[in-house]
C-alpha cells in the first residue's frame, strides 16, 4: 500500500464514523499529515453540520494550540498547516450549502497539497472544488483509492450519476430455492436474520413492495427490531389489491401507493423525492421485473439450511453480479452480490 493509499484508507475509516447520521450527504473523512505524522482528523459527523475538512482543521489548530506539536518548530499553526497534506475521501466542495465551501477553507488556510479520493459527483460541486484549489496553486492529487471512496458513498454516486435511487433486491429463500407458497404467508429466514433486515430498513431511504405481496404478507415495512428510522414506505398496486386495514396503511410510517406497473416512473418519482436508495422486499415478481430491466445495484439474499418448500414459488434468477461477502446468521447465510468494487467500509 503506497503512502497516499495509506492515509486515504484513515479517511475511509473516520468517514465511515458518520454511518446513519450524515444522509443525504455523503460519509467523508480527511486528516492532515506533516511529513509521516498525522496532526488532526476530522470527518462529517452529522447532516447539516460542518464537513470533515472544517473537523480535521480544526482539530489540528486546536492540538498546536495545546501544544502538542511544540517540538515540529512551527511559529504557529498556520505555517504548520502550509507545510503539511491535507488528504479528504472527497472533493472538496465548492458550493455554498448549509455550510461554507471547504475549497476555499483550504486555501484560505494556506494548505500547499490536497490529496482527493473521488471526484464530488454533486452538480453544484463535480470538478469545481478541485478547479479551485488548482487556481490557487495548490498540488492537488486524484484519484486515490477510488473505488473503495465511490463504494462507501454508493448510495449517493449512484443517485448522482443514475438520477434515481441505489437499488437493493433482497429475498429470503428456503433451502430449496423458493421464497414463499402461493397466497400464504411464510416465514423462511430466523429471528437473527429478521433482525438483521430490519437494521437493513433502518439503513434505507425507501422500501418498496408489490400489491400482491402487501396483501397476502401484510407486512408493516417498518423498523421495529434495530435502533434507527423507518424507510419510506411504498407499494407497487397497479391492480389495485390494498384495501384499508393494511398495516401499510397504518400511518406507522409515511406511504405511497403507485397505481402502476412502469419501475421506472417509480424511481423517478423517488429522485424527485431525493430518497437516495431503495430496499426492495419482493415479491418474486417485482424482483424479477427489476433484474430484467437491469434495475439493481446490490442483490442480498438470505438462504435458510433447515426449511424446505416443496412446490413452493422459485426465487428469481439471479444475474450475474460479483459475490461481495457471506456470512452465517444461525442456519441461515447471508449473502450480499454488487458490482461496486470495495476492500472494507462497506457501509
Ligand atoms: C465536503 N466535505 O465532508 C462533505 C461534502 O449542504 P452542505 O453544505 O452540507 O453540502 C452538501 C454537499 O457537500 C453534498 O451534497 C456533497 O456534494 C458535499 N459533501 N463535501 O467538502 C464533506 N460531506
Ligand atoms: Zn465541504
New binding site residues.
Given amino acids: 500500500m503506497s503512502t497516499h493509499e495509506r492515509y486515504m484508507r484513515r479517511c475511509l475509516q473516520l468517514a465511515a464514523l458518520g454511518a446513519g447520521s450524515v444522509a443525504p450527504n455523503p460519509m467523508v473523512g480527511a486528516v492532515l499529515v506533516y511529513r509521516d505524522l498525522v496532526i488532526g482528523e476530522g470527518y462529517h459527523q452529522r447532516y447539516g453540520q460542518a464537513?470533515a475538512?472544517v473537523h480535521c482543521i480544526r482539530d489540528a489548530e486546536e492540538r498546536f494550540a495545546a501544544g502538542q506539536w511544540a517540538n515540529l518548530g512551527f511559529a504557529d499553526a498556520g505555517a504548520l498547516l502550509a507545510a503539511s497534506t491535507l488528504y479528504v475521501s472527497l472533493e472538496?466542495?465548492a458550493h455554498h450549502g448549509k455550510?461554507p465551501?471547504?475549497a476555499d477553507l483550504v486555501v484560505a488556510k494556506g494548505i500547499r497539497r490536497v490529496v482527493v479520493g473521488v471526484r464530488d459527483p454533486f452538480p453544484e460541486v463535480n470538478g469545481k472544488g478541485i478547479d479551485k484549489l488548482l487556481r490557487a496553486g495548490i498540488e492537488v492529487i486524484c484519484p486515490v483509492l477510488e473505488e473503495d471512496c465511490m463504494a462507501l458513498n454508493r448510495r449517493f454516486f449512484t443517485f448522482h450519476t443514475k438520477h434515481r435511487p441505489y437499488i437493493i433486491l433482497k429475498w429470503a429463500q428456503s433451502a430449496d430455492g423458493c421464497i414463499g407458497r402461493e397466497g400464504q404467508r411464510i416465514a423462511v429466514s430466523n429471528a437473527w436474520s429478521k433482525r438483521l433486515v430490519h437494521r437493513w430498513r433502518s439503513e434505507e431511504a425507501s422500501i418498496l413492495v408489490g400489491g400482491h405481496t402487501a396483501r397476502v404478507d401484510d407486512p408493516a415495512l417498518t423498523n421495529r427490531y434495530w435502533p434507527g428510522p423507518s424507510p419510506l414506505r411504498l407499494v407497487l398496486d397497479p391492480d389495485g389489491v390494498l384495501t384499508p386495514g393494511m398495516k401499510v396503511l397504518d400511518g406507522e410510517a409515511p406511504t405511497v401507493v403507485y397505481p402502476t406497473r412502469d419501475l421506472r416512473e417509480v424511481l423517478s418519482d423517488l429522485h424527485r423525492r431525493s430518497a437516495q436508495s431503495v430496499l426492495v422486499e419482493g415479491g418474486a415478481r417485482l424482483l424479477t421485473s427489476f433484474i430484467a430491466g437491469g434495475l439493481f445495484d446490490e442483490i442480498r439474499v438470505i438462504r435458510s439450511e433447515t426449511v424446505h418448500l416443496p412446490g413452493g414459488i422459485p426465487a428469481p434468477v439471479m444475474p450475474v453480479v460479483p459475490l461481495q461477502r457471506s456470512f452465517a446468521l444461525g442456519d441461515d447465510r447471508v449473502f450480499i452480490y454488487s458490482s461496486f468494487v470495495t476492500h472494507g467500509y462497506w457501509g
Fill in positions: 464537513h475538512e472538496p466542495c455550510t465551501p471547504c
